[in-house]
């Protein structure tokens, strides 16, 4: 079964969001920046393959957005099976080098009103329910996740 890599690239509320070229019956539809894991490679190599041939990034990858099949994996299209880690770009500047017609950040709240693979979606929505958790716990306490380890108080 072919194994997809792909990333979930966050800017503060924003994600990155690529618009695919080809093949003809993909081409105009928005997904997530990633390819095929190739023989051999281990999935988070590809994923940072992939972001650097197709946008010219370097990226960060953090914890897998975890989707339902055993793995942690998402099913995606043509029967193929995809892990996406949420990320950061930490060089270069995304452009759509290849393969793609066009990439932007957009609000990761705003970000279905583009025409997704439809397979993506729930990975969108599983984004913002961990997005809303994470303000939550923020909320109840800001320090644990601003400021790092707290001082005791004088
Ligand atoms: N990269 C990516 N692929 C996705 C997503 N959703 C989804 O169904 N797919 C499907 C589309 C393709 O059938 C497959 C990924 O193939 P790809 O064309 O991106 O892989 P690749 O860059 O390695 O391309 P190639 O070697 O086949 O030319 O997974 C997504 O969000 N990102």
Redesign the pocket.
């Known amino acids: 079964m ?1 194994l ?3 990333a979930a690239l966050l800017r503060g509320s924003q994600l990155l969001c ?1 618009q ?1 070229s ?2 003809p019956e ?1 081409a105009g539809l ?9 023989d051999g490679e281990e999935p988070r190599s ?1 994923a940072h393959r ?1 972001l650097a ?2 946008l010219g990034i370097e990226v960060e990858l953090g914890e897998l957005v975890v989707g339902p099949n055993a793995d942690g994996s ?1 099913p ?3 029967d ?1 099976r ?1 892990l ?1 880690w949420r990320g950061e770009v930490v060089g270069g500047s995304p452009a759509a080098l ?2 793609h017609a066009d990439v932007r950040w957009v609000e990761l709240a705003e970000a279905h009103t583009l025409a ?2 439809e ?2 979606r729930p ?1 969108l929505a599983a984004l913002i329910a961990l997005a809303g958790e994470e303000s939550v716990l923020q909320r109840q306490d800001p320090q644990r996740l601003d400021q790092g380890p707290r001082r005791p108080t004088p």
């Open positions: 072919v997809v890599a792909a690529a695919r080809a093949p993909l928005w997904e997530f920046p990633g390819g095929k894991v190739e590809a992939e041939e197709e998402w995606v299209l043509g193929a995809m996406v290849q393969d997704w693979i397979v993506d990975i």
